[in-house]
Every structure is written in C-alpha cells, then in structure tokens.
C-alpha cells in the first residue's frame, strides 16, 4: 500500500487495543457510492457524496485504485468488528437483537459483494483477507465453547465464507431490488430468508446419523493410504 494512504488516512473503524476511531468521511462516502453503482462510479460523484474536490481525492490516494484499498481496509475491519460482536451476542443469548440492526449496515454488505463480482486482484485478495479474518474469530469462538472444533478449521472456514458470499450473489442476482438505494431492502430480504435454515443447520445439524461422514473419513483414510504406499 502506498505511503500517501497510511501517512493521511485512518480507515480502520477499530484497533488493535479494542479502541475505535471514526472512519474517514471520503472512504465512508466511496463506500456508499460504490455499493450503490459499482466501482464504474465516478470520483467526482465520491468528491460530491463527501463534500470535497475529486482533486484533493487524488492528492491524498493518488488514483481510484488507492481510495478503493482504503475501502476495503475500511469494510475488512468492520466485518471483524460486526463478526466478533455477533459472536458475543450469540454466547450471550442477544443474537437477534444485533441482527435487528443491521439495515445501518447494508451498504458495506454490498460493497462486498461488488468486490467479488468486480474481480481481479482487489477481488480475490478481499475474499482471501475475508478468510484469513475468519480463521481468527472463529478461532476464538471455539475457545470460547460457543461454535465446535472442527477436523480441519481452515477447510471448514473458507467452505462458510465462499457459502455465504454465493448465497447473498445469488440473491442479489436473481431478485435484485427495484431500488438500489434501498440497500438495507437487500440485507432484511436475505436475513429473513435465511436465519433460519442457517441457525438450525449450525445448532441442530440435519444428517440424522454418522454413517456418510463416518463412510467418508474412511473413504478419504484410505485414499491417502494408498498413496503413500504407491509412493514408497
């Protein structure tokens, strides 16, 4: 990242010490901006949306390439945020209450998915830092005996992550809503439809024995078994 963007904006919505500071007023406009209409947005329409020049936009993150880092800076830290309050709340019996308020949300939401769909190195490497930042908190569910261990954390992590992120393309793709600024409309829509089946897979399970994963393990044991004695 260049040195313009860590010497003149502070994108992260919290720290490392637990703290929070408050977001820049033209990364959180570019955030908007680009949920509502796609990264074709124009910076001038950013400049309009935070009240400066689209030339001191340049100044500060030298090209469009540059405020879009510091978006995604800005949007990877608020999942981490939103990810470990709702982990809290869920331990805590309040998950519904933070679910309810989300619509304040929605935009970033979006951007997300605009990163995927967009594509290229931004695209993938957002996934990939989406990720690495759910190993961390569900790293620290486990410890705290909220989620189960799983076989293989990483595995399981990348597998929830690329679901949920299809599962809310999809939604997005097949049913778009009438009006795009209406982002929240997206976020209940998808909430409403989904919390449900969601909590009742994590919390209940919906296989009612063993007998295909036990068949699966030993199938995959065996698999690598052969293979190490073709190799010997």
Known sequence: MNT????????????????ATAPDPIVLAAVHRFARDGFSAPLRQVAADAGVSAA??????????????????????????????????????????????????????????????????????????????AEQYTADAVARGIV??????????????????GTFLLSLLLRPVDDTSDLAAVTRRLQEETTLPMLELYTEGMLTSRTVLDDYLRHSSGADTDASEETA
Do not use: Q
């Open 56 to 133: 001191l936009i340049m100044k500060r993150f030298e090209s469009k390439e540059g405020l879009r880092t510091a978006c995604d800076e800005y949007v990877l830290a608020w999942i981490r945020r939103v990810k470990a309050e709702n982990m809290a709340a869920a331990a805590d019996g309040h998950l519904l209450a933070s679910l309810a308020s989300s619509d304040e949300h929605a935009p970033l939401l979006v951007y997300v998915l605009h990163s995927v769909m967009d594509g290229g190195d931004l695209g993938r490497a957002f996934v990939e830092h989406m990720i690495d930042d």
């Open 4 to 19: 313009c963007l860590h010497s003149h904006v502070n994108t992260r919505s919290d720290s490392s010490d637990g703290g």
């Open 148 to 165: 189960r261990p799983s076989r293989d954390e990483k595995a399981r992590v990348r597998y929830l992550v690329m679901s949920g992120l």
